[in-house]
């Protein structure tokens, strides 16, 4: 009988011997949550920045679990060991406790690693699955989830309605971070003159894209005043207000979590033709006039009338920055219209012109390929007069 018994305990405590070795395989900083997590409402619960262990148990498997987070930050997963073959994606929801379907999606599919961003304390719940349910996984797959504090003073920032008023001169340090992060920030200008965006460090995988929007009136969404731009960027102002403007990865494909600095400087008015930024503005000439213009910045156009009192031979020339090329297009007034005479020609040109006829002139850099604050001296002399037949 004590030999049974013996024998019984001895099983025992090499069960024992092998649990433990289980548990001192399992404890270097991976756990495994484990089955049953099929669901929202089976979610294993997760320490911030702690490995566990997961597989894809079958085809079709998902696995959910859960994370509180602290605070207003961002919440990364990422994983390893993923088996050849396999698409492993992520898609993170909240829980809606008193509906019937429990998910509350706040994101697509995403690859892995994916970060987004939290703004209050709460749980956040994500699913982990391959893509097209093609695949499962025999060995383990390893994964963290980690919350990381909010560590840009700017946010929440990510849409116009919340944008961060900067002053002008001021440097700003803000992130890039997580991917497709948009930061949306204003500034206020008392009168004319230009809005230009510089950096001196910025994360070397960024490519910085800035666009200027404004609001037409206090009822109204901001709408855009220019296209994306890379940086440095500016933009002419012609009236006192705020003006809004974001920051992103061009492509929306990187982040960091290094700090760009950057600052929007407010530049008074340098040329005292502006604002002639249409036909309906334009300065008007006069034969033998020499103006001080600046094709600033980037993209500008300026429009000029003209009305000769004879029949003669006009001169259009520009004496202007070395990497400017100024070209002009001409119009002439029919009907109170602008019909173009020929296309963009460079300067300087001769022109031949009827008496009392309104001519415009159009003027910019080639391709709108640069811009200088530096002025550009632009004239139209009289080279002849025709006399009457």
Not at 147 to 153: G, L
Not at 265 to 287: C, G, H, K, M
Not at 342 to 347: D, S
Request: aromatic share 12%; with cysteine.
């Amino acid at each position: 009988m004590k030999k049974y018994v013996y024998q019984a305990l001895g099983v025992l405590a090499i069960s024992v011997m092998v649990v433990s070795c289980n548990s001192t395989n399992k404890s270097d900083g991976k756990s495994d949550i484990g089955e049953p997590n099929n669901s929202i409402l089976e979610a294993g619960l997760l320490e911030s920045g702690k490995s566990y262990d997961m597989k894809i148990d079958t085809i079709g498997d998902v696995d959910w679990f859960a994370i509180p987070v602290s605070g207003q930050g961002y919440l990364d997963v990422s994983a390893k060991n993923i088996p050849d073959g396999m698409n492993l994606v992520i898609r993170f929801s909240e829980k809606e406790e008193w509906e019937q379907t429990k998910e509350k999606w706040i994101t697509g599919e995403l690859s892995l690693p994916a970060t987004i961003p939290v703004y209050k304390p709460d749980t956040i719940y994500f699913m982990l699955k391959d893509k097209y349910h093609a695949t499962a996984s025999e060995e383990d797959i390893a994964f963290r989830a980690e919350f990381i504090e909010e560590f840009d003073s700017y946010e929440p920032n990510n849409e116009a309605e919340n944008a961060q008023m900067v002053s002008t001169g001021e440097v700003v340090e803000s992130a890039f971070f997580p991917t497709s992060d948009v930061d949306w920030f204003k500034t206020k200008v008392d009168s004319s003159g230009y809005l230009m965006i510089q950096a001196r460090s910025i994360p070397d995988n960024i490519q910085v894209e800035t666009r200027f929007a404004k609001r037409p009136d206090d009822f109204s969404d901001a709408a855009y005043i220019s296209g994306g731009l890379n940086l440095p960027a500016a933009i002419q102002v012609t009236e006192p207000g705020e003006y809004y403007f974001y920051l992103k990865d061009r492509y929306n494909a990187n982040m960091s979590r290094d700090m760009a600095e950057w600052k929007i400087d407010f530049i008074t008015e340098i040329d005292t033709t502006e604002p002639n930024n249409s036909f309906n503005q334009a300065y008007r000439l006069a034969v033998n006039d020499t103006v001080k213009v600046a094709i600033f910045p980037q993209g500008d156009t300026d429009y000029f009338s003209l009305t000769p009192e004879f029949n003669s031979t006009l001169r259009i020339a520009a004496k202007y920055p070395k990497d400017l090329r100024p070209e002009i297009q001409l119009y002439k007034e029919e009907d109170f219209e602008q019909v173009p005479i020929g296309n963009w020609q460079e300067l300087p040109l001769n022109i031949e012109v009827e008496a009392n006829q309104k001519y415009y002139i159009r003027l910019h850099s080639r391709h709108d390929s640069n811009g200088s604050r530096e002025p550009v001296l632009f004239s139209v002399s009289q080279i002849s007069k025709k006399t009457s037949e």
